[in-house]
């Protein structure tokens, strides 16, 4: 079992940036990738940035150029950068890994809320 720490979410302002943090119980490279989802109220979990073991970076169309998706092997983290905020951003976002051989999230964080509001 593969557990998963995130932090970084909270409260910021429409235009604003917040940078959310993942840490799992394994080592990242173990895994084939990493990434975050989020879902808003109401609405189902959706897909935001995936980076792989090879480096590869995938996002969704309408986060592109505004999210980036890091990490810091030495820290064993990754990260999500969110710029330009909108309101339409708020969400709980959901760290998770993929184990090799597998075809979608393995594991799953307990989720960081994210609200963007004046």
């Known amino acids: 079992q593969v557990q998963l720490v995130e932090s970084g979410g909270g409260l910021v302002q429409p235009g604003g940036s917040v940078r959310l943090s993942c840490v799992p119980s394994g080592s990242i490279d173990s895994f084939a990738a990493v990434g975050w989802y989020r879902q808003a109220p109401g609405q189902q979990r959706e897909f935001v940035a995936a980076?792989?073991?090879?480096?590869?970076?995938n996002y969704e169309t309408i986060d592109r150029g505004r999210f980036t998706i890091s990490k810091d092997n030495a820290k064993n983290t990754v990260y999500l950068q969110m710029d330009s905020l909108k309101p339409e951003d708020t969400a709980v976002y959901y760290c998770y890994v993929r184990r090799m051989g597998e075809s979608r999230p393995s594991y799953w964080g307990q989720g960081t809320q994210v609200t963007v509001s004046s």
């Open positions: 980076l792989t073991n090879g480096g590869w970076t």
